[in-house]
């Protein structure tokens, strides 16, 4: 029978999203939570470049970065473009794309600093922002009940923090804040987001997870109400309605703000 290993390991995860600048593979989508503050976010996943079901295996040249919605249509269709290989366009990019945005642009140049201990501090951010997305819906979409509620990811979220500190202790890389990866005027829920840094305990994550809950809930209904919009009139309503509620995230906001301007102008 063989043994060999065809699921990354936690390091390896780790190393493959400093190496490709935290931004998936697929899409060209940043992963840095942090950004999204309390608002809709993607989660990173490790993407096996040749799959494990065709002989791949776990090592880090078969691996890339990738949002859990591409990596999990990739596995449903066998198939996927990449875009971005180790931090950088591929050859498809250029080929359909031309140029790169300059949001990618600026992400990649931004995210060239990633060290691998910033993975762990990525996933702790995730499991908050998880656990208040679960707090609005009780139910998960079959309308079963979630098997890992508020307490797990919790206690989920403090593991990658502890494991993330001692890193950071051992490795001794620059600051966050002097890499950049902190905003550097933080909107109220990415002040929330960042009392991570200082808490010690599963209760202190609680408080932070229930503190998220109603941007999180906000922002999500306000940026799935923008696809329903079919007219200028709606659209004015629906940009005056989000513009004043202090819930709706910044990033949000400008999405909200940005979209209606080119679609409804």
Known sequence: MSTKRTNFT???KAEIFARDRGICCFSGKSLWLLDYG????????VDHINPAAHGGNADLENGACASWLYNKQKSDCGQGIYLFLKGRPTEDFFTFFET????????????????????YFNRAIFHVQLAAVQEIERKRPDGKSWTRGLKYRCKASLKFLKQWRALVELEKPDTLK???LVPLR???DQVILMRIL??????????????IVPYSRESWNALLALAYIETATEARSLKRSVMS???VTRRVKDAIRNNIKRLWR
């Open 10 to 12: 936690d390091r390896a």
């Open 38 to 45: 309390g608002g809709p976010s993607p989660v990173d996943w």
């Open 100 to 119: 790169i945005p300059e949001e990618i642009a600026d992400h990649l140049k931004r995210f060239a600093s990633l060290h691998f201990t910033d993975w």
């Open 178 to 180: 002097k890499r950049g």
């Open 186 to 188: 933080p909107s109220p």
């Open 198 to 211: 200082e808490a010690s305990d599963v209760s202190d994550i609680k408080k932070i997870a229930r503190a």
């Open 245 to 247: 509620n202090k819930f």
